[in-house]
């Protein structure tokens, strides 16, 4: 992990320039800027947060892919959410004694480090900072649902669909040609099969049929959905399914 002192001011930062991000007023910005410790720097395959941590900081997710995950004793892995940029990361720890769950990078990425009290001072000193937290982590806990459905009650060909849909649409929002050319996908099959619930070679065949289809491709680690209504009716998802503008931490 390569750590610096902030250098990015709270209220430059490049993701504030997307219309994905409401705008904050001069007095929250100023708050962040007073929790915020530094950024810091970590390359794919990085543990941000293991199970079981008590002393884990919170952090925004600046640049890069990371995801949530829990494992069973055997080494089982399920992968709880995918986290993009502008996810905020930690708020279930302060929650209680330690991280139920785990945090690991799917890329090299960049993240915001904040003190360990900042939920405190968000919801003592700035009241709408910390509904913008809690908006988060309702907007988390949604995609979560989303994901309990496909594990659920989807065939395979359904929770792959679904994935491909959501992942891309939150992807997009971030991308200068709102997903034209395609969007990141960084995932391998393992990771889409510990995602779903599903073997590896199930998850392959899945996604060869769906290809083979002409409903998406996945080519140098980018996302191509060529028919996005045919995706939309195996899924059962409705609605144009873009992301709500959210706020930014």
């Known amino acids: 992990m390569t750590q610096t002192k902030s250098t990015i001011d709270c209220a430059a930062c490049p993701l504030r320039a997307l219309p994905l991000f409401i705008a904050h007023s001069a007095d929250e910005l100023e708050m962040l800027r007073q929790i915020k410790r530094r950024e810091v720097f970590v390359p794919a395959d990085h543990e941000l947060i293991h199970e079981g941590q008590s002393d884990a900081p919170l952090y925004t997710l600046l640049a890069g892919w990371a995801f949530r995950f829990k494992t069973l004793s055997d080494g089982r892995r399920q992968i709880l959410n995918i986290l993009l940029p502008g996810d905020f990361i930690g708020v279930q720890q302060k929650m209680g004694d330690s991280a139920a769950h785990g945090v690991i990078t799917l890329t090299p990425a960049m993240l915001c480090v904040f003190e360990r009290d900042a939920l405190w001072v ?3 000193e700035q009241p709408s900072m910390g509904f913008n937290v809690t908006w988060l982590t309702a907007h988390e806990e949604s ?23 959501l992942i891309y649409k939150r992807a997009a929002a971030l991308e200068p040609d709102a997903g034209k050319s395609g969007v990141p996908f960084p995932l391998t099959q393992q990771h889409v099969a510990d995602a779903l619930g599903l073997s590896l070679v199930h998850t392959n065949k899945t996604l060869r049929k769906l290809e083979r289809r002409g409903l998406h491709k996945i080519e140098n680690a980018r996302l191509i959905l060529k028919d996005v209504n045919a995706l939309a009716r195996l ?15």
């Open 122 to 124: 968000m919801h003592r």
């Open 235 to 249: 899924a059962d998802i409705y609605g144009d399914g873009l992301p709500m503008p959210r706020p930014l931490v």
């Open 143 to 165: 995609l979560v649902d989303e994901h309990l459905l496909s594990v659920g009650r989807r065939s395979a060909e359904e929770r792959i669909a679904t994935l491909l849909i």
